[in-house]
């Protein structure tokens, strides 16, 4: 059974900076693709980046330069290195791994709330 | 870097069926097999219930069903049942090695 704890969120102001982390228990993050995925306050899932098992990342346009995305195998645990954060980028975030091309969410989230 | 294009909301009885679409481009939706589809209860976390365009994982109701055509891809939801109403996302692989999700779709059953 695959566990996922996210944690890491809270309140930030604009322009401030917070890490991300995902706890996995089941899987081994280096051997999936891993990715975050947030949800905005009424507003959609919006995919955010992605790490493939070989290191490689991507990310949506509106957050390159700004998150980083980086992950630790030996403790299995995926990041998310956010800064210069903008009040759009208020969201619960998740941690998602990979599965037959799509991804499996399993984890509750973590709240970043942007505001001053 | 677009989101794909759903319909903002859809409405049925129970007992009938709905067909969700999902726009995208060449680039993503038409470009891949990889579509996927998440069913968004309030309150939860998004549950895969369509990967690679019409497969369903274990546990799904046979009641879904997934296909492309093109650049559009689609959800159907055969029997519709009370507890289907949800949120629903289509999801895409790009030739950027991005992923880019749909705004989503209100299934309202009546």
């Known amino acids: 059974e695959v566990e996922v704890v996210e944690s890491g969120g809270g309140l930030v102001q604009p322009g401030g900076s917070l890490r991300l982390s995902c706890e996995v228990s089941g899987l081994t993050v280096s051997s999936k693709y891993m990715s975050w995925v947030r949800q905005g306050p009424e507003k959609g899932l919006e995919w955010v980046s992605v790490i493939y098992s070989g290191g490689n990342t991507h990310y949506t346009d509106s957050v390159k330069g700004r998150f980083t995305i980086s992950r630790d195998d030996s403790k299995n645990t995926l990041f998310l290195q956010m800064k210069s954060l903008r009040v759009e980028d208020t969201a619960v975030y998740y941690c998602v791994h990979g599965i037959k091309n799509a991804f499996e969410f399993r984890g509750q989230g973590t709240l970043v709330t942007i505001s001053s | 870097q677009s989101a794909l294009t759903q319909p903002a909301s859809v409405s049925a009885s129970p007992g009938q069926s709905i067909t969700i679409s999902c726009t995208g481009t060449n680039s993503d939706v038409g470009g891949y097999h990889y579509v996927s589809w998440y069913q968004h209860h309030p309150g939860t976390v998004p549950k895969l219930v369509i990967y690679?365009?019409?497969n369903r994982p274990s546990g799904v109701s046979s009641r879904f069903s997934g296909s492309k055509s093109g650049n559009t891809a689609s959800l159907t939801i055969s029997g519709l049942q009370a507890e289907d109403e949800a949120q629903y996302y289509c999801?895409?692989?790009?030739?950027?090695?991005?992923?880019?999700f749909g705004g989503g779709t209100k299934l309202h059953v009546l």
């Open positions: 999801c895409s692989y790009t030739d950027r090695g991005t992923w880019v």
């Open positions: 690679e365009v019409m």
